[in-house]
C-alpha cells in the first residue's frame, strides 16, 4: 500500500518521518509513505490519476481546501472548519478527514492544560481555524482572534459561525487587551510573534504552533514567567497518529516510535554539518 503528504513546498515535510516509524513499528513492511511536490492546479490530477494501491494521502495548505470538491464525502469536522489534511481512499471512495483539530486538542491534553474558560488566538488562517475546533470541542463556545487586518478574517469568522462560536475580532495594536484569558494560540509563522513575547509572557499557558526553530522567543518568555508551553511539535505528532489509523484500520500505532521518529529528524536538521 502506499501513502503520501502533497504540497508545495513539502521537501522539509516532517510526515514521511512519522509514517514510516508508524508502519516499522506496525510491522507494514509493504507499506510506503513518500512526499509529493504538489500544488492546487496540479491536485485534481494527480488525485485522480491514484491506483488501488493508494490508501491515503495527508495535504498541506492551501491544499486542504482545495481538495474538497474533489472527494466523494467529507467528515462533518472537515465541513465545518473548511479544510480536510487527511484523505483516505477506501473501496474506490475518497473520504476527507481533518486530523489538526485532534492533533491540538490531545497536544493541549498531554501537556496538561486544562479546557479554558477563556482563550485568545493569533493569526486567521487556516491553522487558527483547526484551534477554534478544538477550543470548541473543548467545550469553549467563545474566543477572541487578533489578526492585522480584519478584514481577512472572514474565512475564519465563517467557521466560527458553522461551528456556533462566538467570535471577537482584534488588532494586534490591542493585544493588551486579550490577553486576561487562560490559553493563548499562536498561529503565526516563525518569527512573527518575536514582536509580541513581552505582551504574552505573563499568560497562563501558550501553543505555538511552530516546532522549529524551538523555543520560540513567544514560547521562552511565557517558560519565564512560568507559564505552561506546548510547541507545534506535538500537534504534529498527533495529528499524524490519527492520518495512521485512518489509513491503516489499526487502532495501535505506536506514538512514541514517532515521537522519536520526528524528534531525532528535527534534531538532524539543526545540528551543525560536520
Given at each position: 500500500?502506499?501513502?503520501?503528504?502533497?504540497?508545495?513546498?513539502?521537501?522539509?515535510?516532517?510526515?514521511?518521518?512519522?509514517?514510516?516509524?508508524?508502519?516499522?513499528?506496525?510491522?507494514?513492511?509493504?507499506?510506503?509513505?513518500?512526499?509529493?511536490?504538489?500544488?492546487?492546479?496540479?491536485?485534481?490530477?494527480?488525485?485522480?490519476?491514484?491506483?488501488?494501491?493508494?490508501?491515503?494521502?495527508?495535504?498541506?495548505?492551501?491544499?486542504?481546501?482545495?481538495?474538497?470538491?474533489?472527494?466523494?464525502?467529507?467528515?462533518?469536522?472537515?465541513?465545518?472548519?473548511?479544510?480536510?489534511?487527511?484523505?483516505?481512499?477506501?473501496?474506490?471512495?475518497?473520504?476527507?478527514?481533518?486530523?489538526?483539530?485532534?492533533?491540538?486538542?490531545?497536544?493541549?491534553?498531554?501537556?496538561?492544560?486544562?479546557?479554558?474558560?477563556?482563550?485568545?488566538?493569533?493569526?486567521?488562517?487556516?491553522?487558527?481555524?483547526?484551534?477554534?475546533?478544538?477550543?470548541?470541542?473543548?467545550?469553549?463556545?467563545?474566543?477572541?482572534?487578533?489578526?492585522?487586518?480584519?478584514?481577512?478574517?472572514?474565512?475564519?469568522?465563517?467557521?466560527?459561525?458553522?461551528?456556533?462560536?462566538?467570535?471577537?475580532?482584534?488588532?494586534?495594536?490591542?493585544?493588551?487587551?486579550?490577553?486576561?484569558?487562560?490559553?493563548?494560540?499562536?498561529?503565526?509563522?516563525?518569527?512573527?510573534?518575536?514582536?509580541?513575547?513581552?505582551?504574552?509572557?505573563?499568560?497562563?499557558?501558550?501553543?505555538?504552533?511552530?516546532?522549529?526553530?524551538?523555543?520560540?522567543?513567544?514560547?521562552?518568555?511565557?517558560?519565564?514567567?512560568?507559564?505552561?508551553?506546548?510547541?507545534?511539535?506535538?500537534?504534529?505528532?498527533?495529528?499524524?497518529?490519527?492520518?495512521?489509523?485512518?489509513?491503516?484500520?489499526?487502532?495501535?500505532?505506536?506514538?512514541?516510535?514517532?515521537?522519536?521518529?520526528?524528534?531525532?529528524?528535527?534534531?538532524?536538521?539543526?545540528?551543525?554539518e560536520s
Amino acid at each position: 500500500m502506499r501513502a503520501a503528504v502533497l504540497g508545495s513546498p513539502i521537501v522539509h515535510s516532517l510526515s514521511p518521518h512519522l509514517h514510516r516509524a508508524a508502519y516499522e513499528g506496525l510491522g507494514l513492511y509493504g507499506w510506503r509513505y513518500e512526499a509529493i511536490e504538489c500544488d492546487e492546479a496540479g491536485l485534481p490530477g494527480l488525485v485522480g490519476g491514484l491506483g488501488p494501491e493508494w490508501a491515503g494521502l495527508s495535504l498541506t495548505m492551501p491544499l486542504k481546501r482545495a481538495v474538497l470538491p474533489l472527494l466523494d464525502t467529507v467528515s462533518d469536522l472537515a465541513v465545518a472548519v473548511g479544510g480536510a489534511n487527511t484523505v483516505v481512499f477506501s473501496d474506490g471512495a475518497r473520504h476527507g478527514e481533518n486530523t489538526d483539530v485532534h492533533g491540538i486538542v490531545r497536544a493541549l491534553a498531554e501537556a496538561g492544560v486544562a479546557p479554558p474558560r477563556a482563550a485568545t488566538i493569533l493569526g486567521g488562517g487556516a491553522t487558527a481555524a483547526s484551534a477554534l475546533a478544538a477550543l470548541h470541542e473543548l467545550g469553549l463556545r467563545e474566543a477572541t482572534l487578533v489578526v492585522r487586518d480584519p478584514d481577512r478574517a472572514g474565512e475564519t469568522a465563517a467557521v466560527a459561525e458553522r461551528l456556533g462560536t462566538a467570535l471577537t475580532v482584534q488588532t494586534f495594536d490591542k493585544l493588551d487587551t486579550v490577553l486576561d484569558v487562560d490559553l493563548v494560540v499562536s498561529t503565526l509563522p516563525a518569527g512573527a510573534a518575536d514582536r509580541l513575547a513581552d505582551l504574552v509572557a505573563g499568560v497562563p499557558a501558550l501553543f505555538d504552533v511552530v516546532y522549529a526553530p524551538w523555543p520560540t522567543r513567544l514560547a521562552a518568555a511565557v517558560t519565564e514567567r512560568g507559564g505552561t508551553v506546548i510547541g507545534g511539535f506535538p500537534m504534529l505528532l498527533h495529528q499524524a497518529v490519527r492520518q495512521v489509523e485512518l489509513m491503516t484500520g489499526r487502532t495501535d500505532v505506536p506514538v512514541e516510535a514517532m515521537r522519536a521518529a520526528g524528534k531525532a529528524e528535527i534534531v538532524r536538521r539543526v545540528a551543525p554539518e560536520s
